[in-house]
């Protein structure tokens, strides 16, 4: 499975902006998909996860502010991030678990940078 994100780019605080990440390859092996993000020099952080069946879950630091969702028909999973923030600003890392294994598949990630 290859997953590709798209959606960075420069936002001003307290505006929006939305991340995209499609899958190609065996994508029938796809279950929980989700977003982390990652500030150079620090360890990444878990943002948001949604199921197969659309259930979701949020980091206490983006809850209210961002929604998470997906299109299974399209392989794809997207964040929409609202009121950003400074510290909002990192590498996002779309990620997907295995249905039949152990396994984890990461993008390569889409820089988000939110300044004046």
């Known amino acids: 499975v290859q997953l590709a994100e798209s959606g960075g780019g420069l936002v001003q605080p307290g505006g929006s902006l939305r991340l995209s990440c499609v899958a190609s390859?065996?994508?029938?092996?796809?279950?929980?998909m989700g977003w982390y993000r990652q500030v150079p020099g620090k360890e990444r952080e878990y943002v948001a996860t949604?199921?197969?069946?659309?259930?979701?879950d949020y980091a206490d630091s983006v809850k209210e502010r961002f929604t998470i969702s997906r299109d299974n028909a399209k392989n794809s999973v997207y964040l929409q991030g609202d009121s950003l923030k400074p510290e909002d600003t990192a590498v996002y890392y779309c990620?997907?678990?295995?249905?039949?294994?152990?396994?984890?598949?990461w993008g390569k990630g889409t820089l988000v940078t939110v300044s004046s």
């Open positions: 990620h997907a678990r295995d249905l039949y294994i152990s396994s984890l598949w």
């Open positions: 390859g065996a994508t029938f092996r796809i279950g929980t």
């Open positions: 949604i199921t197969v069946d659309g259930s979701t």
